[in-house]
């Protein structure tokens, strides 16, 4: 008995040490990630700025699934109204549309400018591997398009110096909590 006790005393007091040596995930590597050359859009004028192709319609999407998750949140039915609904007969049925993703589209991008200025590379960052399936599907050969932690780095940043000769993947990060 005085045996089990003292392993058991010496149990807790290992993992009491070990659990919180438990480090969180570097931000560098959360999340679906690409990095693309693709066409810089807009004339650079009020109203139109210069942006990467996929990026305003990756970031159209986040917020309007922001606004889609705070309308479905705002319209829920209180306490006092569910069994009104129940004895209502419309038991069953949703009282509000259903909220897209917790966070769709594109979270976070980055861009450096190509040296011939007409195209850009750009990381983009989302939590929904979809928010990538219209640039993923873009067969134009001019278009790049790398997932990271899928193409090997050394690839990915030899083919992309070709288009900015300073280019270095290392120092390209796009941080997104």
Not at 131 to 156: H, M, N, Q
């Amino acid at each position: 008995m005085r045996q089990t006790l003292v392993v058991l005393t010496l149990f807790i007091l290992y993992a009491s040490l070990i659990l919180p040596a438990q480090k969180a995930v570097d931000p560098s590597r959360r999340y679906y990630r690409v990095i693309a050359l693709i066409h810089l859009t807009g004339s650079g004028k009020a109203g139109d700025p210069v942006v990467p192709e996929y990026v305003v319609q990756g970031v159209a999407t986040a917020q309007a699934g922001l606004q889609a998750a705070a309308t479905a949140a705002t319209s829920q039915p209180t306490a006092a109204a569910r069994p009104q609904a129940a004895a209502s007969g419309s038991a069953g049925q949703p009282t509000a549309p259903a909220a897209m993703a917790s966070r769709p589209g594109v979270l976070g991008w980055a861009m450096q400018v190509t040296d011939d200025g007409k195209m850009a590379i750009v990381q983009m960052v989302a939590a929904d591997h979809h928010a990538f399936d219209s640039i993923l599907a873009d067969t134009r050969p001019e278009i790049l398009v790398y997932e990271i932690g899928k193409a090997d780095p050394a690839t990915i940043q030899a083919a992309l110096q070709k288009y900015k000769a300073n280019f270095n993947l290392s120092s390209f990060l796009v941080m997104v909590q």
